[in-house]
């Protein structure tokens, strides 16, 4: 589904919605106004239920944004804001849930027609909130590499691949829009947002003041515990990612690959080497004529084709054992029923410690060894330790959060054990962690896998759990669960291990 066809889907039933006001319940002041409350408030329901049904995948691209606000006001003139993005990071679920909330609420309520005045201002403020996101990470797109925002005067043609935010995230999964897209939507929704400051003295009213009370706030209670189920209970319960329930890993992974090998350069973008002059050539006119353009034009871009199909988040499907070695194809190639633990992030503090070593040092003396049977003499070497000495070795020692630990204990170590005495193959793949803490986490916790690393947002993409336990055969997803939700071993023994 593309914007284009969700707007007119939403249109429809906005208009069938208006009808039954208009017709059937005469509430309607205005069919205009009418007509956009409807419209804006079902955009409003829809795009918040598919981040609400994936809050951490929200909290994550809020996480990306404040990444890049930080990199961008550091070192300018604004560098004292910089510090409070990193802040504002680790508090991302909150800002997530906050804003998922606030906007599906916000829908209801221009449903409903409730509070008028406010509704409209509240509107206004998160379109403009909405805007000041996806239009920053749009004009990042006119930004070269290395080049900071505020440098207006170094800013070139507009490039997608400078951008680092390239998904708005306002649809979650449900639909990829570049940030130029949704800053266009935004831009769009500012004239509703508009017409509803200055005329919302027009729009209709549904029910009694205090039933349109009593439905919000039932519907925010419920909104909540939706909320928490979907990330801190359970895995969202509708997957719109690409590792979801029943997809073939292997099948889309070598799909997706051979797709990008395949896309053909159509043009190249040259530069004069003393004018300036930018240009565009087709591929056959280029290369036909190279030594034309040879020492006269420098090269600023290849422009290439689409891939025949979409490009998802399975292409950068890579794992490695804690050696470094790629272990993605035996992995894939697996046609045994196993189990893939995610853990996207360690969970705990780095101690710099001090060990005591005892190291011994050996003095050697030469001796001569005379043989009076042979009547020869031979020399030999003799060790002999001539002191201990102590010193102090510095390291890192991970302290675990205890209730992480515990779950690793209590809830996975006890699935696992299972696993392996039923001989499945169980491998832990952690990400942005360094070997030694892995191995102390194995010992910490007592698990005794095999171990492996990959990219963490990789992670986080395949299972919103850390950890999440995922089960998988010859390639292919077979289910996932939420640590929280994971059935004992002997019922996923009988339901998928037959």
């Known amino acids: 589904m593309t914007i284009i066809s969700l707007c007119i889907n939403i249109g429809i039933v906005a208009l069938i919605v208006t009808a039954v006001i208009g017709f059937i319940m005469k509430g309607h002041k205005s069919w205009i106004m009418t007509f956009l409350q ?21 909290a994550y691209k809020m996480e990306q944004y404040f990444a890049e606000f930080h990199y961008t006001f550091e070192g300018t003139w604004f560098g004292f804001i910089a510090p409070i993005f990193p802040v504002f990071a680790k508090q991302a679920i909150l800002f997530s849930l906050a804003m998922i909330i ?14 008028p005045k406010f509704t409209s201002w509240a509107f206004i403020l998160l379109i403009v909130f909405f805007g000041f996101l996806t239009g920053f990470t749009y004009l990042t797109g006119y930004v ?3 080049v900071n925002f505020f440098s207006f005067g170094k800013w070139g ?3 997608s691949n400078n951008m680092k935010v390239t998904d708005c995230g306002c649809f979650g ?5 570049e940030p130029k897209t949704s800053f266009f939507k935004d831009v769009f929704l500012m004239f509703p947002a508009l017409y509803f400051i200055f005329r919302h003295k027009d729009m209709h009213q549904l029910f009694t003041k205090g039933t349109r009370s009593a439905i919000l706030w039932v519907f ?3 909104l909540v515990y939706y909320c928490l189920a979907n990330y801190k209970w359970n895995i969202p319960h ?13 099948a889309q992974f070598q799909a997706e690959n051979d797709a990008m090998a395949a896309v053909e350069i159509t043009d190249w973008k040259l530069k004069h080497n003393e004018t300036g002059e930018e240009i565009i050539l087709p591929n056959d006119e280029y290369l036909g004529n190279y030594k034309k353009y040879k020492g006269v034009y420098s090269v600023i871009d290849q422009i290439k084709d689409e891939p025949t199909i979409p490009i998802t988040k399975i292409s950068d499907f890579e794992l490695t054992d804690l050696d470094g070695n790629d272990i993605t194809e035996e992995f894939l190639n697996n046609q045994d029923a196993h189990f893939l633990i995610v853990n996207h992030k360690l969970k705990a503090s780095p101690v710099r410690k001090t060990k005591t070593l005892r190291d011994t040092i050996f003095s050697l003396d030469t001796v001569v060894v005379f043989s009076t049977e042979t009547n020869v003499s031979d020399t030999a070497v003799v060790r002999n330790v001539k002191d201990i000495v102590e010193k102090e070795e510095k390291y890192l020692e991970q302290v675990w959060k205890q209730a992480y630990l515990k ?3 209590e809830d996975l170590k006890p699935f696992t054990d299972a696993a392996k005495t039923n001989g499945n193959k169980v491998l832990m793949v952690v990400g942005g962690a360094d070997k030694e803490s892995i191995l102390q986490l194995d010992k910490d916790a007592g698990l005794g896998i095999d171990y492996g690393m990959a990219d963490d947002i990789l992670l986080k993409t395949i299972v919103r759990s850390n950890p999440g336990v995922v089960l998988m055969k010859d390639g292919k997803i077979l289910n996932k669960w939420h640590i929280n939700k994971l059935p004992s071993f002997e019922k996923v023994k009988a339901d998928y291990l037959k």
Request: charged content about 20%; some cysteine.
């Open 38 to 58: 409807n419209f804006c408030g079902i955009l409003f329901l829809f795009s918040g239920w598919v981040k609400a049904v994936d809050p951490l995948g929200t």
């Open 102 to 115: 606030f906007e599906m609420v916000l829908g209801l309520m221009l449903l409903l027609g409730s509070k």
């Open 144 to 146: 070269p590499e290395g």
């Open 157 to 159: 043609e507009y490039n």
């Open 173 to 177: 999964d449900f639909i990829k829009l």
């Open 220 to 222: 925010t209670a419920v």
């Open 238 to 250: 509708a997957d719109f990612r690409p590792f979801k329930q029943g997809v073939d890993i292997r």
């Open 407 to 409: 779950t690793h204990i």
